[in-house]
């Protein structure tokens, strides 16, 4: 089952522009990760945010983290074509054997 | 450092055909898993490895699916006989123990089933 949902399912932007997206979560966590998927391709990480932390940056990458809410929000800033893919984010759950649950993901499309 | 490896990139099969799919995770990544990624979808795990024994296989179809990591490296994962609803990019993915949280799974470039 999953365990994350993303939110918008697609996002459009002009280049130049700040992305951002959200995720909800169900249960408590260890923590929380951001991936990327390029069309075709496996998954490349990107950020882990761990349930004690409440921002993390990397980069052009921002991501906040907010327990009491269960949610989580990745921003991209400045994007670039070069950034157009689905974003996942992935949860370790409290208790579980460290495996990540994914959502649905975010298709995020960059015009140039 | 070389990626996680998996084979065949991409397979096209009956329904009711078998077939087979090798990962090769990162040299002294202790934990291996197999994902199923049906379109449009996140990945759904099917099952976990920690060297070379099971840690979680409870959303393995095991009527169909079955998996082994021999000498806790290499992974192969098969399906037999496999259904239409078995195609997917099957994701293979490895990690040291994070729960450090440094660098979270290294994925393959996955492996594309058609069942037709």
């Known amino acids: 089952s999953q365990q994350g949902e993303e939110d918008p399912q697609a996002l459009s932007i002009q280049e130049g522009e700040n992305a951002t997206m959200n995720c909800s979560y169900k249960?408590?966590?260890?923590?929380l990760q951001w991936y990327r998927q390029n069309s075709g391709r496996g998954l490349v990480h990107l950020i882990l945010?761990?349930?004690?932390?409440r921002e993390k940056h990397s980069g052009r990458l921002r991501v906040t983290l907010d327990t009491s809410k269960k949610s989580s929000s990745l921003l991209i800033t400045a994007s670039r074509a070069a950034d157009t893919a689905s974003y996942f984010c992935a949860t370790d759950r409290q208790g579980g054997s460290e495996k990540l649950v994914f959502g649905k993901g975010t298709k995020l499309t960059v015009n140039p | 450092e070389a990626g996680v490896a998996q084979s065949p990139r991409y397979k096209i099969i009956e329904k009711r055909q078998s077939v087979a799919f090798w990962c090769n995770p990162i040299?002294?990544?202790?934990?291996l898993y197999w994902y199923q990624q049906i379109l449009g979808q996140g990945p759904k795990l099917l099952i976990q490895?920690?060297?070379?024994?099971?840690?979680?296989d409870s959303q393995l179809p095991k009527d169909r699916f079955s998996a082994e990591r021999l000498k806790g490296v290499d992974s192969t994962l098969k399906i037999q006989p496999a259904k239409l609803e078995d195609s997917a990019v099957y994701l293979c993915?490895?990690?040291?123990?994070?729960?450090?949280?440094?660098?979270?799974?290294?994925f393959g470039s996955g492996t594309r089933l058609t069942v037709v």
């Open positions: 945010i761990r349930s004690n932390e």
């Open positions: 993915a490895s990690s040291l123990n994070f729960v450090s949280g440094v660098d979270g799974y290294t």
């Open positions: 490895f920690q060297n070379n024994g099971v840690v979680d």
């Open positions: 040299s002294g990544h202790a934990t």
């Open positions: 249960t408590s966590i260890n923590n």
